[in-house]
T-cell receptor, first 111, second 112 residues
Framework: GQQLNQSPQSMFIQEGEDVSMNCTSSSIFNTWLWYKQDPGEGPVLLIALYKAGELTSNGRLTAQFGITRKDSFLNISASIPSDVGIYFCAGQSNSNYQLIWGAGTKLIIKP | DADVTQTPRNRITKTGKRIMLECSQTKGHDRMYWYRQDPGLGLRLIYYSFDVKDINKGEISDGYSVSRQAQAKFSLSLESAIPNQTALYFC???????????FGPGTRLTVL
């Protein structure tokens, strides 16, 4: 079946640092979504990408839909304490409308 | 008020018991989903429904059943709970023609 590899699994960063995480797929996707999950809550959509090469920002967050349609990355600039949480990528192909989810990247800010 | 609600938020039960988790939404969305989340595994789809008369199995449907009682309600049942069904369960909804899914707050289920 379709697989999504999300990396890194976790990140320890200093407040103010930039963060980068990515997802790669074994197959082509037509949609990439990035979600964030805070402790005790459900995932919340951050950015949706629908075209290969598309670069989209949401405040300090920027995400890109890879040209090959098999990857996507999410950058967070100048991290702040409220950025902690788990970030998930999810992809969807036209052949299978179900979302395929990455395992998540846990962001931890060093005190 | 939350758009997607789940009850209960926490449940501890014993092996062999029947459990029902409920999901309600006020978003008016046609599509509803049940996911399971385990540490390090992300979200895995259990069942999904595109409308009241449509129910589909997801990646890990064994041991689970669902009922779409109305457009706004989608319940998940564990007929005979087992310990490896201990997990965080999420309900989600989406509009028919978009991919964006909106999640409930989750139900933490522990099976002893």
């Amino acid at each position: 079946g379709q697989q999504l590899n999300q990396s890194p699994q976790s990140m320890f960063i200093q407040e103010g640092e930039d963060v980068s995480m990515n997802c790669t797929s074994s197959s082509i996707f037509n949609t990439w979504l990035w979600y964030k999950q805070d402790p005790g809550e459900g995932p919340v959509l951050l950015i949706a990408l629908y075209k290969a090469g598309e670069l989209t920002s949401n405040g300090r967050l920027t995400a890109q839909f890879g040209i090959t349609r098999k990857d996507s990355f999410l950058n967070i600039s100048a991290s702040i304490p409220s950025d902690v949480g788990i970030y998930f990528c999810a992809g969807q192909s036209n052949s299978n409308y179900q979302l395929i989810w990455g395992a998540g990247t846990k962001l931890i800010i060093k005190p | 008020d939350a758009d997607v609600t789940q009850t209960p938020r926490n449940r501890i039960t014993k092996t062999g018991k029947r459990i029902m988790l409920e999901c309600s939404q006020t978003k008016g969305h046609d599509r509803m989903y049940w996911y399971r989340q385990d540490p390090g595994l992300g979200l895995r789809l259990i069942y999904y429904s595109f409308d009241v008369k449509d129910i589909n199995k997801g990646e890990i449907s064994d041991g689970y059943s669902v009922s779409r009682q109305a457009q706004a309600k989608f319940s998940l049942s564990l007929e005979s709970a087992i310990p490896n069904q201990t997990a965080l369960y999420f309900c989600a909804t989406s509009v028919a023609d978009t991919d964006t899914q909106y999640f409930g707050p989750g139900t933490r289920l522990t099976v002893l």
